[in-house]
């Protein structure tokens, strides 16, 4: 059995950095992805077990105000994205097509992508079969397009709408049938390996029922994220159930920093040891070593934005 992950999606939450402090301590365990606010992210920093994650990520630097991207994600410490939230496509007007472009750059810049999928209340009460109909739909149009050599990067986390912050949860074999789904669809598009997290009003009580399920990878847990006692038991509950099993979720061990050289006896100059800068290259020769996102959406307006910029030069 694969191992299961709880990703933790603080939202626009917590309101203090002792309050995102507090909850990255109790978070800091194996198998866990904390997508903590930018403002928290430097914070998180210091964890040990738990991977850093963001809410959602730009498709570059640039002239995008409010905007933060991938590039600089990775360059914070982040790991891992959740990228199309409903709350991001109901609110903020995202769609499949800009969706796929940010997980297509923030896949070259080296994240792990959760794509977020699920059916509105409407779909819902049009029935299992229709629900089915949409997860299809849902996953080709938000995954078409990511090459097949990126599949062990990317997490589709199944979250009906009707189930996030209301309290009510579907029926965790169902979810079962629709995880096997989501990966057999994956797989039509040549994704192989994809994993899948179920997320809606999921709590400590309610959790194992999830976990417990053959095809659930684990979970995207909203509410209960920002309550100590409620993560921590959840974290617990999942923990315990992968026993041994080696994380997937691990801290990279950073490379050993060299000793300052000796100073040679009699020597009257002292060597002081002196701080590397970083040259910042020029902006197109890095745009041209690092791996180009995807900025050639069918019909996406910041493909527009990002040309006459360029012309501009
Ligand atoms: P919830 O949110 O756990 O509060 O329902 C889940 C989510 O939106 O990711």
């Not at 040990?48 to 105000?65: E, I, S």
């Not at 979970?219 to 923990?239: F, H, P, R, T, Y």
């Amino acid at each position: 059995m694969k191992p299961k992950i709880i990703v933790a999606n603080w939202k626009c939450n917590p309101e203090s950095s002792q309050e995102a402090q507090k909850l990255f301590g109790i978070s800091d365990k194996k198998n866990v992805v904390i997508a903590a606010p930018y403002l928290f992210l430097h914070l998180g920093k210091e964890l040990t077990y738990a991977q850093l994650g963001a809410q959602d990520a730009f498709l570059d630097n640039g002239a995008f105000t409010g905007e933060v991207s991938s590039r600089q994600l990775v360059k914070a410490g982040v790991k891992s994205v959740i990228l199309g939230h409903s709350e991001r496509r109901i609110y903020f007007g995202e769609t499949d097509e800009l969706i796929v472009q940010k997980a297509k750059a923030a896949l070259d810049f080296g994240l792990s992508v959760i794509i977020c999928i699920g059916e509105s209340q409407r779909e819902r009460e049009e029935g299992t079969m229709m629900a089915g109909r949409t997860i299809r739909r849902d996953v080709i149009n938000s995954l078409s397009g990511i090459p097949p050599k990126r599949s062990g990067k990317i997490t589709v986390a199944y979250e009906p709408i009707w189930a996030i912050g209301t309290g009510e949860t579907p029926n965790p074999t169902d979810i079962n049938e629709r995880a096997k789904l989501i990966k057999s669809t994956a797989e039509s598009l040549g994704l192989f390996g994809v994993n899948v997290l179920y997320g809606g009003s999921v709590d400590e009580n309610n959790c194992s029922d999830f976990l417990n399920q053959p095809e659930i990878d684990g979970l995207l847990v909203g509410g209960a994220s920002l309550v100590s006692e409620k993560i921590a038991k959840i974290i617990k509950i999942m923990n315990n159930l992968n026993g041994d099993i080696y994380p997937v979720v691990h801290k990279e061990v950073p490379a050993k920093t060299k000793p300052a050289k000796e100073v040679k006896r009699g020597t009257t100059k002292k060597k002081t040891e002196t701080k590397k800068t970083v040259t910042l290259k020029p902006k197109k020769a890095l745009a041209k070593k690092q791996a180009k996102p995807a900025l050639k959406p069918k019909k996406s307006p910041f493909s527009k934005v990002k040309k006459s910029v360029k012309k501009k030069k």
